[in-house]
């Protein structure tokens, strides 16, 4: 298994322009997640999925969409990025059985720089 | 903000020794999990403990939870230069949102 995977590993925008950073997992996880990480604020929750056709906003969504036609996929998009969002995202999944599951996998993380 | 707070922020010791990191965070849990982060990586799970559980060890890793204070702390043993990394705790309340801490950066010096 490859397990989560993230593309690209690094990108620089430009302000006002737009973008999707792609996450996939083999796991056949039904929960996947994307996290942002700034210095000294630890992993911020922006947008989550419990499987295909649903996803729902975590702690910091704005200016930030997603969507899941298939477990396997959870891409990211930016719509009009801003310098305010440089940072690396890390998507992560586990399986949405959470009785004694509940370890969460991440992907190596995506830099992105907006200038 | 949500975050959890850990400390100390960052910790520096020498090959060895212990070293000890607390996490305290807000809400009501279900559980609370630790993750590695080396340098430029992503997260690796170390161990999670469930609300109901007062400790945890998993080979040199010691975890313990007091939820009526609201805090955890992890301890490694014999720590070794490979341990360097910045740890993380990540508190589940059941709802899907995973509450991470700021992080406490260790430096294990050989």
């Known amino acids: 298994n490859a397990g989560v995977t993230q593309t690209p590993k690094f990108q620089v925008l430009k302000t006002g322009q737009s973008m999707t950073l792609q996450c996939a997992q083999d796991?056949?996880?039904?929960?996947m997640s994307w996290y942002r990480q700034d210095p000294g604020m630890g992993l911020r929750l922006i947008h989550y999925s419990v499987g295909a056709g649903i996803t729902d906003q975590g702690e910091v969504p704005n200016g930030y969409n997603v969507s899941r036609s298939t477990t396997e996929d959870f891409p990211l998009r930016l719509l009009s990025a801003a310098p305010s969002q440089t940072s690396v995202y890390f998507c992560?999944?586990?399986?949405?059985?959470?009785?004694?599951?509940?370890?969460?996998?991440f992907g190596p993380g995506t830099r992105l720089l907006v200038l | 903000s949500q975050q959890g707070e850990e400390d100390p922020q960052a910790l520096s010791i020498q090959e060895g020794e212990n070293a000890t990191m607390n996490c305290s965070y807000k809400?009501?849990?279900?559980?609370l999990q630790w993750y590695r982060q080396n340098s430029g990586r992503g997260l690796v799970h170390l161990i999670l403990?469930?609300?109901?559980?007062r400790e945890k060890h998993s080979g040199r890793l010691r975890v313990t939870l007091d939820t009526s204070k609201k805090s955890s702390s992890l301890l490694i043993t014999a720590s070794r230069a490979a341990d360097t990394a910045s740890y993380f705790c990540?508190?589940?309340?059941?709802?899907?949102?995973?509450?991470f801490g700021t992080g406490t950066r260790l430096k294990v010096l050989a």
């Open positions: 990540a508190t589940d309340a059941g709802t899907y949102k995973y509450i």
């Open positions: 403990i469930r609300s109901n559980e």
């Open positions: 809400t009501s849990i279900n559980n």
């Open positions: 992560a999944s586990r399986p949405r059985r959470a009785a004694f599951q509940e370890t969460q996998y």
């Open positions: 796991m056949n996880h039904e929960y």
